[in-house]
């Protein structure tokens, strides 16, 4: 069979990229000594699979955190989120193909990784790769949905494209680091699956800028709310795993949970799984059940770095809308987290989750600037090559001119510098002019404190204005603080107009 070949580039932000490395450059693990990292290069070389694909799999499955042996609501456990459930039982065949006992797969980073690494080997070997195709990341894509053990073809591949996304971007997580390259993928038959990432997909009934996909019918009660219970709350969860895996479990119908809606880590994009008027089964409680609306973020509790400024921004929105049309009071009274359920033996959302914050935005609050700059394509901050180039000819433009390039998988980012008068939050806006035919999915990069995020903007409509972009804790002084990577799977030119900086 002819595979079907996708360039697949960068989707995500939710991995912490460095993007000056050149296109091409060969993929080396650049990284210092360190027992995590260690463990990868022993167990790619153990079972002859790619070393920072074995990385990004893990990473996108756990960010690289074993949890200290506690399981993910699915019964998966490790870094690489080796699973026990009715219908995966990918931590036993992992025990039997490396011999190491199920006990220490839970618990040791180690031979987690290498019994990820065993897995993962043995759904190649399933697929027929032999030495050459080991040797080409791209070959392993539908390996690696394998691993996933998703429950239907478009989750196979929004999990594999999860994989793929951060060797795209490049990740650094817990000392160990996957530099940025070039992948091609081989999806095969998941080429037509159908592709939850896509602006153009099965659009919820109830809230439209959600995708919609049907948990499975054992995992939810029917019913006819608001005529048979009043909706009056919002609980806020944590899903305890990653945003493929979740919609795929709520799918399961060994599961026994559900919730309406699950957000992504990396961008806030939302996925519906049980109508509004339905009954999930997430609150432990069949009273709060009954009255209230469950939303799942991708994420561990104990692990801050889930919780991102998109996820916040698209959970409040989603939060808001829910308030508004069920007259849900906008107070920790009516959104409320699992841990505050009666009878809960949760602790989610937990101490990581920012009620101020997320409260903020579900109320509308931006924060007032203390402090605020401007850069524009022709101020002295900015920066790019000669592939970026020059137009007046959108009225919708700030300034007299902006940029343009054509999107390629390459970082080639233009950059704006500014000075950052202190350490501290600021938001951070962006002004392009919007058309249809510019970029459906423009990421810009904001160099964050902790590392780069990146945040994608649809560039065909919204333009003309200031839109934020999310905040962000900026380090002091004069430095590029956002950029606009022409690396993007989206279509259209990519914009570069100007972008505001503001103290919160």
């Known amino acids: 069979m002819t595979l079907a070949r996708t360039r697949l580039v960068a989707l995500t932000a939710a991995v912490i990229t460095s993007l000056m490395v050149l296109a091409g450059q060969p993929a080396l693990a650049q990284h210092t000594a ?16 790619p070393r920072d694909l074995l990385v990004a799999l893990g990473y996108a499955e756990t960010h690289l955190d074993g949890h200290n042996g506690e399981p993910s609501a699915s019964g998966g456990y490790g870094v690489m989120h080796l699973v026990s459930n009715p219908t995966n039982k990918s931590l036993e065949q992992a025990a039997e193909l490396t011999g190491q006992p199920v006990a220490k797969l839970r618990k040791d980073d180690a031979a987690n990784i290498l019994g990820g690494a065993a897995v993962l080997r043995a759904h190649a070997d399933k697929l027929g790769l032999d030495e050459a195709a080991r040797d080409d990341i791209g070959r392993w894509y539908q390996a690696v949905a394998a691993y996933g053990n998703a429950t239907s073809p478009e989750l196979s591949r929004l999990y594999a494209d999860a994989v793929y996304e951060s060797l795209g971007l490049g990740l650094q997580a817990r000392g160990v680091t996957v530099a940025p390259q070039e992948v091609t993928a081989d999806r095969g038959a998941l080429a037509d699956a159908r592709d939850l990432n896509a602006q153009a997909t099965v659009a919820s009934a109830d809230y439209p800028p959600a995708a919609w996909v049907a948990a499975n019918s054992g995992n939810y009660t029917a019913s006819s709310r608001e005529s048979s219970y009043n909706i009056d709350r919002v609980i806020i969860h944590v899903t305890q795993g990653s945003y493929a895996g979740t919609i795929s479990w709520f799918q399961n119908p060994s599961a026994n949970v559900s919730a309406h809606y699950v957000i992504k880590s990396s961008n806030g994009a939302v996925t519906q799984m049980v109508r509004d008027k339905d009954i999930a089964w997430h609150a ?18 104990d692990d801050a770095s889930w919780f991102t400024d998109a996820m916040y921004r698209a959970s409040a929105a989603l939060t808001k809308h829910l308030c508004d049309k069920y007259g849900i009071p906008k107070t920790r009274t009516g ?3 699992h841990n505050e ?5 949760h602790t989610d959302p937990g101490r990581h989750w920012n009620w101020t914050t997320f409260m903020n935005y579900v109320n509308g609050g931006g924060g007032t600037p203390t402090w605020t700059t401007t850069v524009d394509n022709s101020s002295s ?10 137009s007046a000819y959108s009225s919708q433009r700030h300034g007299t001119d902006y940029r343009f390039a054509e999107p390629v998988a390459a970082s080639d980012p233009a950059w704006y ?35 780069n995020q990146t945040v994608y903007v649809d560039q065909r409509s919204g333009g003309g204005a200031w839109r934020s972009i999310g905040t962000f804790s900026l380090n002091a002084g004069t430095q590029n603080v956002v950029g606009v990577s022409r690396w993007t799977s989206g279509t259209g030119l990519v914009i570069a107009d100007a972008v505001r900086i503001s103290r919160v």
Do not use: C, K, M, Q
């Not at 901050?381 to 020059?390: R, V």
């Open 34 to 49: 360190n027992p995590l990292s260690e463990a990868f290069d022993r167990a790619a070389a153990a079972h002859d699979v």
């Open 284 to 301: 432990g409680n069949w009273t709060y059940n009954t009255r209230s609306i469950g939303i799942e973020h991708e994420g561990w509790v």
């Open 335 to 337: 959104i409320i987290g």
């Open 341 to 345: 359920v009666p009878g809960a033996t």
């Open 381 to 390: 901050g900015f920066t790019a090559s000669a592939n970026w180039g020059t």
């Open 417 to 451: 510098s500014a000075a950052i008068p202190s350490a501290g939050t600021y938001r951070v806006e962006v002004w392009y002019p919007s058309d249809p035919g510019y970029n459906s999915s423009a990421p810009y990069i904001v160099a964050a404190a902790g590392g």
